[in-house]
């Protein structure tokens, strides 16, 4: 059980357990610096499905260079059912015992984002949980790599499109920044030698439930590099979007050709949403 209740969701951020210590934490960055390390790099991007190597400022959540490298990959399906799903691209350079890891890392983290749904459920009247069944195929891991520049736009400001978001980061400054009159740092947690998740909700759950929160976030650059596991929760494909609500990101424009999207599906609006911001 998490200890969440209705002030934390209206705040957007809040911290949740990781459930492993600091050392496997440290297992999961180094792995995931080693992403970036291999000079292989494939890529498969198609209608919103992105799996591989995503180049340095190759995404933009806005007309704004955004200072970071990625890697991106999810549930491994050779045998896709949507556009979303598919199979994972690792360099052929990069050692099994790393994809293990991360692919291990992966799985726990779904199953955190649909423990912490289960407790949502209670707060908002609404079996969230039963709504992630199916989601772990199409839900989706970043990792993101930042430059040691000091101030430099790491990501532009936007909300999360999809239910929740678990960031496990490793940063000796803080370079997340949430906005409420006026920009905020949002300090990574180590308690008791137990890594957290910085967590904050999504737009669909924000846009479907008054009680929830997507809040305006970015990530500005530091003295050091910074290194980020970025968890997008996704419900599963075929559900319904949830009422417009054009203060958040998922429906607003972020292309840059005023692209007008008319999915009504979560899966295919999310397809169409990821191709808006390549670069």
């Not at 919103?48 to 890697?71: C, D």
């Not at 890594?195 to 846009?207: E, F």
């Amino acid at each position: 059980m998490f200890n969440l209740n209705k002030q934390l969701l209206k705040q957007g951020f809040f911290y949740v357990e990781a459930g492993f210590d600091l050392k496997q934490q440290g297992r999961i960055m180094d792995a995931g610096r080693r992403l970036f390390q291999v000079k292989d790099q494939p890529l498969v991007s198609n209608k919103g499905f992105t799996r591989g190597y995503i180049g340095y400022g190759k995404e933009s959540g806005s007309e704004q260079f955004e200072h970071k490298q990625a890697f991106s990959y999810g549930m491994h399906i050779p045998d896709p059912t949507n556009e979303l799903e598919g199979r994972n691209e690792w360099s052929k350079e990069y050692a099994m015992q790393d994809r293990h890891l991360l692919m291990e890392f992966y799985h726990h983290t779904f199953q955190v984002f649909a423990n912490v749904c289960r407790d949502l459920s209670g707060i908002v009247g609404h079996d969230l949980h039963k709504d992630t069944i199916g989601g772990e195929r199409i839900s989706m891991m970043r990792v993101f790599d930042y430059p040691p520049m000091d101030g430099a736009l790491g990501s532009s400001p936007h909300t999360d499109w999809g239910f929740l978001t678990l960031i496990l980061a490793d940063e000796r400054q803080p370079g997340l920044e949430h906005f409420d009159n006026g920009w905020h740092k949002i300090p990574a947690r180590i308690k008791d030698d137990q890594a957290y998740y910085v967590v904050n909700a999504g737009d669909y759950l924000s846009s479907a439930f008054s009680d929830i929160t997507s809040p305006l976030h970015r990530v500005v650059g530091t003295q050091d590099p910074r290194l980020s596991f970025v968890f997008f929760g996704y419900p599963r494909f075929d559900m319904p979007l949830p009422p417009r609500n054009e203060r958040v990101s998922l429906f607003q424009d972020q292309s840059l050709s005023n692209q007008v999207i008319s999915s009504t599906s979560f899966g295919e609006y999310i397809s169409a949403k990821w191709t808006s911001v390549a670069r």
